[in-house]
Structure formats: C-alpha cells, structure tokens
C-alpha cells in the first residue's frame, strides 16, 4: 500500500497529492471562469427555444432541416468591452453539411445569407463576422424568457438544455480522496477531496446515475511496519484519547528506528505476512486502528460537505488479488523473476524497465495487484460506462499500468477507466509553521475568517459565527484550488485565498449573502408582473447575459431599489433574484454551501 503516502513504492496520496491542491484534467477552472461563477443565455431550454427559432428561418432559406443547424448555432462569448450579439452561426460548418463541394469565399457567402434573412419577434439584428452570421436577441423578450426560466428551473437552470436531452444516462463511478487508515487526514487528499466531488456533482447534474466511492489505503506492507511499531512504542491510553495523532507519531518512530535497524524491517513484513495469512491478533490490531481513523474521518467529510456512497479498501482485495495472479498467470502474462517477484511484462519484448510487479516475493500482494482486484470487482457489481480516478499526477504511470494489464487480460472495458490526476499544493502553512493535517487547515480557514468578520457591523447580529466563517472558509479554499490548471502545481497564500475582492470564494459568499440580505428587505412580487422594458439599460443588460457575481457586486450599488418606482424596483429585485439563485446553482456544483449573512 505504501501507505497512501509515505515511502515504499506508489501511494494514492488521496488518491491525492504528496502537499494538496489544484484541478481538472489540464483545467477544470472551467466552471470558475475570470469573472465568477458564470451562467451564459445559452444554457438551458430557453437558449434552445431561441436556437430553434433562428434555425428555423435559417431553414427555409438554405433548404435544410432545423436539425441540423442547431448545432452549428452557438452562444457568442461575453465581451465586457462591447455588447456582442448573442449567437452566431458557423457558415462553413453549413457549407461542410450541404452538397456544394467547391470551396466559396465563406465571408462573402455569410454576408449573402445575411442578406436574406430578416429580423423578427425573437432576433432584433443580424450582422456578419469572420465566417459568421450573428443574431442579437430581442432585449425585453430575453429579459422575460430568461427571468421565467430561472424561476421555473431552479436547481436545474442550465441544464434543461435540449443540447443535453440527447446525452444516454451512464453508470459512472468516481473514486476520490482515499485517505491513509491509521494516519491523520493528510492536506494531500484535499485537493482529490476538492476535485472528485466536483466532478460528481458535475455528472450528477447531468442525469447521470453516479457512485461516489472512497477507496481507504488500509492494506499493505506499511501495516507491517505500523503493527510492529504499536507492539514497540504504542500505549492504548493514548490509542484512545487521540488514536490518529498517536498512531502517526508511531509510525514515525518506527521508521526512523526501520532504517537502522533490520530486525525491526524484518519483523515489520512478518506481521504483514501474519496480516495476509489472517492471523486473528494481528487482524484485531489492525481492524481497531481501521475503525478509529474512519470514525474520525466522517467528522472531516461532515464539516467538508462531503458524502460518499460506498466506503471501501484495499484490505478489501486482499484475498480477491490471488484470482487475478491465477487470471493472469492462465493468459501467459506472469512472470517470475530470479529474486522470486511476481511481474507482467508490458514492453512484450522482455524489457525489464517496461515492467509491472503485481506480487512480491513472500507471495504478498502489490498497489497494483489490488487495484486490479478493485477494477474487476467493480465492474461485475455496477457494470459501470465509466469510471474515475481522481488523484495526483505522480500515479499517471500507476494507473497507465493498471489499464494496460487489464487490456492485455481481455477486458475491453479497460477503456472506460480513466486517470484524472493533478498538481500539487505547495507551501500550506499555519501560524504554527509547516502544516500537514487537513482539520489544521480548516480549523486554520475557520479562525481567519472569524478575525475578518469581527470587522463587520453584520456580525455580532449572526446567530452561528463558526458556522459561517466554516463555510466561506472553505468556499475559500475550493475557489483558490479551482482558479488553476487541473496539472499545474501552485504555491498556497492565505492572504490571497482570503481576499474580498477578485475571484475568491470569500467574494462569492459575500455577493451570495448580499443579495440574499436584498431578498430579505424588499418582497418579491410575481414574475408576471415585471415590466421588462425596466432592465434595458446596459447594466441590467449586461447582467442578464453574464448572470456573474462581479458584476451584480457594482450593480447593486447603482441599480438602486429603494426609492424607486415601484414597477422599476421590482424588475430589479427579480433580476438580483435570479442571479442570486444562478449563483448559489453554481457554488453548489463546485461543492460550495452558500451562506445568506456574513
């Protein structure tokens, strides 16, 4: 096992990262974009209700079937410079379809077809760009159609699309953080914590029926090492009163004394061996310090927001690992070395370096032995048509490995698996110095935010404090961990994570709590009695195209309601409501629980 983490061959390190955090498979800040939390017109069955009514004019025009212009018909990026249309259309992914094979002057063909169309209850203009036609929407009617689909999606907003509808419904699992049993929450399985709940929620959202599993690093020859060194130095008093601290500093004192000396090496895979033979005294150990670390565990999911549908391990395979020696070994894959080690040849031409151990040569098992014993056994129970491993990027050749063995057994499944690793964290310190327990830095982020709250006049007036601070905290340290690409690694700041402006989680909470505050002062009336024609300066514009916390921040200070007409402040509470409910969708997809009042 290598104890998810500390010395002895690969390690999922939460199925995480030797110092922590990062995200997506070369960026997942995608969600997070440099202005917030985004929600473009495009999203939704509003967005497709004006995709199909622009295909459709385009349709009696170029003598095509609507069908197959919607997917060339998309939403137009955002400029905060200029108002841009709000879709365009590719014309030479038109051309491609049709039966026209020269090759035409695509800008004068846009400019020609612009021609021929004509504005209408839906689209106010049409212009041409480079290889584009662009259509700019009716401003009140998208002020009305957004505002209604908001309301009436809730939740769902943005992911009623019919761009979705077509998507088959899958069984994914995801496999992520994956903590080191009989060692305290490392702040490397933050980051695998942080990105795997992302990713699903994400599928989730989409309709897919996904299985969050946590995969403990329960097994293996460190056991030995940790049952050994209890034997040694542990005392059941403080086993008790604080079991993972002083499970750790056991394992730290046995390694030091492991290193000089053999006896104590020695003795340290006897009792991994006693552990894989089933001897009931070692078994006993080793189950007490298992359930003591997950117990703890659940505490840090708890305060994380975090929940899993199956809690599993590799002590779970540490039988099931001999089928596939037997697989393995019945397809001429195995081989013995001369030092007794059991391996799989990948290279196919006897190149040692290309090379995978999947048993040692006590006959004990390997990492990759059992998560080959894990993969198999996982498909037989879900049938799955996906699944994910989230953990850092130095398990890329681990798991390369593991999906080429299992393609070389036959199972072409192997193809479904998928590796999502990413960078690592450096430098995470407290006041206390250099930090390595994730429930230091949380209670950390707790502390900060309290000290930066008690400078607000809001408050003394919060009933829960802690629990508030907890929950931007952590917002906190989510957004700075999505702000990067997925495999790059990144130095942590507190002072960074914890600003009030820019793109932190501190502003999103804040925005989040501001408009909440506005909900709270001033009634919502119903929404069909909002006069649109109230949001049509650039402002409320601009905001109903973006839906973003920046810009909602400046424009609550200018877009004023109290004091205004009645019909105009209305407008705007409903606006300032819909980004309200558009932003919490989005904090919650990140795994972010939005706060009403700091």
Same mark, same amino acid.
């Given at each position: 096992m290598a104890f998810r983490g500390i010395g002895g061959g690969p390690s999922r390190k939460g199925r995480g990262g030797t110092s922590g955090g990062g995200v997506g498979r070369g960026g997942l800040a995608g969600p997070v974009s440099r202005s917030g939390?985004?929600?473009?017109?495009?999203?939704?069955?509003? +967005?497709?209700?004006?995709?199909?009514?622009?295909?459709?004019?385009?349709?009696?025009?170029?003598?095509?079937?609507? !069908?197959?212009?919607?997917?060339?018909?998309?939403? %137009?990026?955002? &400029?905060?410079?200029?108002? %841009?249309?709000?879709?365009?259309?590719?014309?030479?992914?038109?051309?491609?379809?049709?039966?026209?094979?020269?090759?035409?002057?695509?800008?004068?063909?846009?400019?020609?077809?612009?021609?021929?169309?004509?504005?209408? $209850?839906?689209?106010s203009e049409i212009s041409t760009g480079p290889g584009t036609v662009n259509f700019k929407i009716n401003r009140e009617l998208l002020t009305k159609t957004v505002l209604q689909q908001v309301f009436e999606d809730?939740?769902?907003? =943005?992911?009623?699309?019919?761009?979705?509808?077509?998507?088959?419904?899958?069984? %994914?699992?995801?496999?992520?953080?994956?903590?080191?049993?009989?060692?305290? #929450?490392?702040?490397?399985?933050?980051?695998?914590?942080?990105?795997?709940?992302?990713?699903?929620?994400?599928?989730?959202?989409?309709?897919?029926?996904?299985?969050?599993?946590?995969?403990?690093?329960?097994?293996?020859?460190?056991?030995g090492l940790l049952g050994t060194g209890f034997q040694l130095f542990g005392y059941e008093e403080k086993l008790q009163s604080n079991p993972l601290q002083h499970l750790f500093e056991?394992?730290?004192?046995?390694?030091?004394?492991?290193? /000089? /000396?053999?006896?104590? !090496?020695? &003795? +340290?895979?006897?009792? #991994?061996?006693?552990?894989? +033979? =089933?001897d009931k005294q070692a078994l006993s150990l080793w189950q007490k310090f298992r359930d003591l670390s997950i117990k703890e565990y659940v505490q840090i999911y708890k305060r994380l927001g975090v929940h899993f549908d199956e809690y599993s391990g590799?002590?779970?395979?540490?039988?099931?690992?001999?089928?596939?020696?037997?697989?393995?070994?019945?397809?001429?894959?195995?081989?013995?070395?001369?030092?007794? $080690?059991?391996?799989?040849?990948? &290279?196919?031409?006897?190149?040692? &370096?290309?090379?995978?151990?999947?048993?040692?040569?006590?006959?004990?098992?390997?990492?990759?032995?059992? /998560?080959? +014993?894990?993969?198999?056994?996982?498909?037989?129970?879900?049938?799955?048509?996906?699944?994910?491993?989230?953990? /850092?990027?130095?398990?890329?050749?681990? #798991?390369? *490995?593991? #999906?080429?063995?299992?393609?070389?057994?036959?199972?072409?499944?192997?193809?479904?698996? *998928?590796?999502?690793?990413?960078?690592?964290?450096? =430098?995470?310190? $407290?006041?206390?110095? !250099?930090?390595?327990?994730l429930e230091d830095v949380i209670n950390e982020t707790r502390s900060r935010m309290l000290e930066n709250m008690a400078f607000s006049k809001t408050t003394k007036d919060l009933e829960n404090p802690h629990e508030i601070a907890e929950r931007v905290g952590l917002a906190a340290l989510i957004i700075q961990d999505f702000k990067g690409y997925l495999l790059s690694d990144y130095k942590f700041n507190w002072d960074r994570v914890f600003q009030s402006r820019g793109d932190t989680g501190v502003f999103l909470q804040y925005t989040h709590a501001r408009l909440s505050s506005l909900e709270e002062t001033f009634e919502c009336g119903h929404l069909g009695n909002i006069n649109a024609a109230c949001l049509q300066d650039p402002q409320s514009v601009s905001i109903l195209q973006h839906l973003l916390s920046h810009l909602t921040a400046v424009a609550h200070k200018t877009l004023y309601i109290k004091g205004r007409l009645p019909e105009v402040a209305e407008a705007r509470l409903h606006l300032f409501r819909a980004v309200r409910s558009v932003l919490a969708n989005g904090m919650k997809l990140l795994g972010i629980t939005p706060v009403s009042r700091m």
């Open positions: 939390v985004a929600i473009h017109p495009s999203c939704g069955a509003m +967005a497709c209700a004006f995709r199909r009514s622009i295909a459709s004019q385009l349709s009696r025009v170029l003598d095509l079937p609507p !069908e197959n212009l919607i997917k060339s018909i998309s939403a %137009v990026p955002i &400029s905060k410079k200029e108002e %841009v249309a709000d879709f365009q259309l590719s014309v030479h992914s038109v051309l491609e379809s049709s039966s026209d094979h020269s090759k035409p002057d695509i800008q004068a063909q846009a400019r020609k077809l612009a021609e021929k169309l004509k504005c209408d $209850t839906v689209v809730g939740g769902k907003y =943005g992911l009623k699309s019919e761009l979705f509808s077509g998507l088959p419904q899958k069984k %994914v699992l995801v496999e992520f953080s994956s903590p080191n049993v009989a060692k305290k #929450f490392h702040v490397g399985h933050l980051r695998s914590t942080i990105i795997g709940n992302f990713i699903a929620n994400l599928k989730e959202a989409l309709g897919h029926q996904v299985t969050r599993i946590n995969y403990f690093g329960d097994w293996g020859m460190q056991f056991v394992y730290v004192q046995v390694n030091k004394e492991a290193a /000089d /000396d053999e006896n104590v !090496e020695k &003795s +340290a895979r006897e009792f #991994f061996h006693r552990l894989e +033979a =089933g590799e002590s779970f395979y540490r039988e099931k690992y001999r089928e596939v020696l037997r697989l393995l070994d019945k397809k001429g894959l195995l081989q013995r070395t001369k030092k007794g $080690t059991a391996i799989v040849d990948l &290279s196919g031409k006897g190149d040692p &370096s290309l090379s995978c151990t999947v048993m040692r040569s006590d006959g004990t098992s390997l990492y990759a032995t059992r /998560d080959l +014993a894990a993969a198999i056994d996982r498909m037989n129970k879900y049938n799955f048509d996906s699944m994910i491993y989230v953990t /850092d990027k130095g398990q890329q050749n681990h #798991f390369h *490995q593991v #999906f080429q063995i299992l393609r070389l057994m036959g199972y072409e499944w192997a193809e479904r698996c *998928q590796h999502v690793p990413f960078g690592v964290v450096q =430098g995470m310190k $407290t006041r206390r110095g !250099e930090v390595t327990f």
